[in-house]
């Protein structure tokens, strides 16, 4: 199963760009990277997926490299609302399991 | 329109006694997942239901969980003779198709669960 590894947390201050980095090196073909973002007494919600290479959306980017062992959530210019866990996930191996990463608290400071 | 909704909101029990704890999904959603997330931890997968089967219940800690699915939509979380070590936030998430893995999730707000 493709089980993940990344920061427990990470600090900030506004207006900074934040690069969060998920190991999974036994990721499987078939495999997408997903990122979740929660916050407190929330429960996850979707933030950006990617296959390889690099995806971008409105909210942040997701760079991939080629052999796709890690992943890197980057989000531009933080503020104090970005302050939250972010979770990867890694697309399971048999469809029947879903597992996400320890998280990486991120606290971003004025 | 309506997301994943969870109750109750929270649920405080003496050990021994049984739960029973409700998710109600996004309408059409063939998916739906149960999470357990004790406090400060991160996410630790339960079971996943493809319409109202479970393929694989591995994931359940011990046979003191159950779960259940009816007519591709609402599902029951029963945790019988509850320990203390059972007190998390139980998480819910349903998704469009059938736990493809480019599906979003979408979860709930979660039931709190305290054991005394």
């Known amino acids: 199963l493709a089980k993940t590894t990344q920061p427990i947390s990470m600090d900030s201050y506004e207006g900074q760009e934040v690069n969060i980095t998920c190991s999974h090196n036994n990721i499987a073909t078939n495999d997408y990277i997903t990122w979740y973002q929660q916050f407190p007494s929330q429960g996850p919600r979707f933030i950006i997926q990617g296959y390889k290479t690099k995806v971008t959306n409105e909210v942040a980017s997701l760079f991939i490299p080629a052999d796709r062992k890690s992943s890197t959530l980057s989000l531009p210019r933080v503020s104090l609302s970005d302050t939250a866990v972010y979770y990867c996930l890694v697309g399971p191996y048999n469809f029947n399991k879903f597992y996400f990463g320890s998280g990486t608290k991120l606290n971003v400071k004025p | 329109g309506a997301g994943v909704s969870q109750s109750p909101s929270n649920k405080v029990t003496e050990k021994g006694k049984d739960v029973e704890l409700r998710c109600d999904p996004i309408s059409g959603h063939t998916a739906l997942y149960w999470y357990r997330q004790r406090l400060g931890q991160g996410l630790e997968f339960l079971i996943y239901f493809q319409g109202n089967s479970a393929p694989d219940k591995s994931g359940l800690p011990s046979d003191r969980f159950s779960a259940e699915r009816t007519g591709e939509s609402v599902s029951t979380l029963t945790i019988q003779r509850t320990q203390q070590e059972d007190s998390a936030v139980y998480l819910c998430?349903?998704?469009?198709?059938?736990?493809?893995?480019?599906?979003?999730?979408?979860f709930g707000p979660g039931t709190r669960l305290t054991v005394l």
């Open positions: 998430a349903s998704s469009e198709k059938s736990g493809y893995p480019t599906d979003t999730q979408y």
